[in-house]
């Protein structure tokens, strides 16, 4: 109940341009949604080739990633969400911050063992602009303003459960974008890794640090291009079953706890 409580005080907070409703939230999301894919289909992406060239690379990362930014960044500001948005209140302890350092490392070693032979200085230009706008996007979307709007009802297992299903989900339309079935995989594999975005905000106490994983990962995964099978994707699963699995637990026991504590606390 004490987490509730916090929630709530921090839904009412009169420096919020808009009190937090998941409404608002579910609304930014599916305008991201809505600009993001939109500039995708006017360029014709196929999305197993983004990485191949600096036109697909300009066309296919970073437009659609600028238009995204565009948008996050009015829907933020609109809201008056940004405090709320990229720092923390109710910081993990630091042994939870154990999966997002593994992920870090295996995307620097993704990049030490590519051959990058075939990357221009140009495709490196826009490679690390789109993904530090995958970072900031995709981050400030689903783990940002989203996480605001959720607080404002649900508990937090239920705040981990939709932002990481909606961030899961939101890779769907990658089916019809040159993925097929294969975004199917996307989806399940987006929940686990969205969960060690989640668990890197909650440890660091703030979104910055998501944005940064998310943005290395990406980077880690589109500068290979279709030269090589990047370690990264082979290592992809077990992070992301070991995020979900170790989410959930960890909620459960500060639930627990939170219990614990309203319990033993006086009343008065």
Not at 51 to 77: H, I
Not at 178 to 183: E, K, R, S, V, Y
Request: proline letters at 4%; glycine letters at 10%.
């Amino acid at each position: 109940m004490s987490n509730n409580r916090k929630m709530l005080q921090e839904s009412s907070n009169p420096a919020l341009r808009i009190r937090p409703r998941v409404r608002w939230g579910v609304l930014g999301y599916f305008l991201y949604i809505a600009v993001f894919y939109g500039i995708f289909v006017l360029n014709g992406v196929d999305y197993p080739r983004i990485g191949e060239s600096e036109q697909t690379l300009l066309l296919w990362y970073v437009a659609p990633m600028f238009g995204g930014a565009v948008l996050a960044f009015t829907v933020v500001t609109i809201y008056g969400w940004w405090r709320p948005g990229l720092a923390e209140k109710r910081q993990l302890s630091r042994w939870t911050m154990t999966l997002p350092i593994i992920m870090t490392v295996i995307a620097i070693v993704n990049m030490l063992i590519a051959d990058f032979t075939r990357v221009t200085p140009l495709m490196w230009l826009y490679l690390f602009v789109g993904s530090i706008l995958v970072g900031f996007n995709e981050e400030m979307i689903h783990r940002g303003q989203l996480l605001v709007a959720l607080r404002s009802r649900f508990g937090e297992t239920g705040v981990w459960l939709l932002s990481s299903g909606m961030f899961a989900v939101f890779h769907l339309p990658d089916m019809f974008l040159g993925l097929g079935a294969g975004a199917l995989f996307q989806v399940m594999m987006a929940f686990g890794l969205g969960s060690i975005f989640y668990l890197a905000r909650r440890s660091t106490g703030s979104l910055v640090a998501s944005m940064f994983l998310h943005g290395l990962w990406d980077l880690s995964i589109f500068s290979h291009g279709t030269s090589s099978f990047p370690i990264a994707g082979m290592a992809s699963p077990l992070l992301a079953i070991a995020g979900a699995i170790t989410v959930l637990i960890i909620l459960r026991r500060e639930k627990r706890r939170n219990s614990a504590q309203s319990v033993s606390r006086p009343v008065g």
